[in-house]
Structure formats: C-alpha cells, structure tokens
C-alpha cells in the first residue's frame, strides 16, 4: 500500500542540523554544503513498515530564520508527523522549542506526531563541555508534552533512521484508528437510520 498523504515537516532554529538530518535519513550522506535552507526543501522517500506495507512520504525541511517564519508556518499545514530538533549545544534551540511546537500545532494536522531529537551528539564526544542540554532536560521535555525523544549526531548519522522510523510507524497506526473510527461512526449512523420505529400496541388491541 503507498500513501503519499504521509507528510513529516523538520522545524526549529537555524543551525541546528535539520538539512543534515534530512540528507542522511533520505541519501545516507551528508548535504553538498552547509548553507543555511532558504525557505523550503523537501525530498520523498518510500519506506517499508513493519508488516510489510509500503507507504510514501514527503520530508520537508523548513528554514528556521524568523524572515521565513511565514512561509515555514505555512508549510506546516497537513503534515501528519515532525522532528522538532534542537542542538544539545546551544541552550537557546531547546528554550525555542515550545514556540516552534504551538506553531506547529496551530496549523498541522490535529492528531499530528511529534518527534524531539536533540542533535550533535558528536560535537560533545569531541568535546564534553560543549553540552549545554542534558539529555535528562531533553528526556523530561518530551515527556511533559508527550512527545518521543532521541538525541542524534546527523552528522554521523546515529540514531536518525531510528527516529524516522517510531514517528512513521506511530502516524500509521494513528492513521488506521483514526479510519477505523470513522468507519465504525458511520456504521452506527447507518444502524440508526435503519432501526424500525416501533408503535406502542394498544392495550383494547
């Protein structure tokens, strides 16, 4: 089965590695250059589940200077799944977090799946001192606003596929109940339409 409804946007501050993960996640390798996105990139993947299904997505990567912030908003609008990505480097990222998660819920789509990943990983096994958000800060984050979390080094590549992977395969089950209820709503509209109306008998009948 292919879907090309499935729609996963990348969102947060500049510099924090949104083009990496992308490019790794899509190509297995890292970007051609380390220019900051301007407005929107997005690529398509097809991806196999893990009962065998084969759905596509669109992977939109979306600038995170404020001069954009309206067309990166606006992009938002229909995805079913995010990576809300922060450097664990730099404090001000994860204090932007919960700005970027409200726009994303203004205009997305209301069940939408949020995935946190704290990204550069690399950075401080270069250079311990570098970390500026613990992975208890981030791991807490998550948790208080029921998101899944990770932390990634997208420049290596560790743990991005993994993180594609829990937030496709949970917006394909959400995607299924939501289905699934509709059609059992509909269902029970049908057997209520149809249900016979029943006439008291008369007691001298």
Known sequence: MEDINYKIVLL??????????????VRGQQPKNNLPTI????????VTLQDGGKIQVSIWDTAGQERYRAITTNHFRGASGALLVYDITKEKTFENLTRWMEELKTA???DVVMFLVGNKTDLVERQTNSRKVTKEE??????????FFEE???YRGT???SCFEKLIEEMYIRKNL?????QQSQSQSQNTQLKPIETPMCSKC
Do not use: H, R
């Open 12 to 25: 947060g501050d500049a510099g924090v590695g949104k083009t990496y993960i992308l490019n790794q996640y």
């Open 39 to 46: 407005g929107i990139e997005f690529a398509t993947k097809t």
């Open 108 to 110: 997305a789509n209301k």
């Open 138 to 147: 981030g791991q807490l984050f998550a948790t208080k606003n029921q998101l």
């Open 152 to 154: 990634t080094s997208a």
């Open 159 to 161: 743990n991005i596929a």
């Open 178 to 182: 939501l289905i699934t209820q509709q």
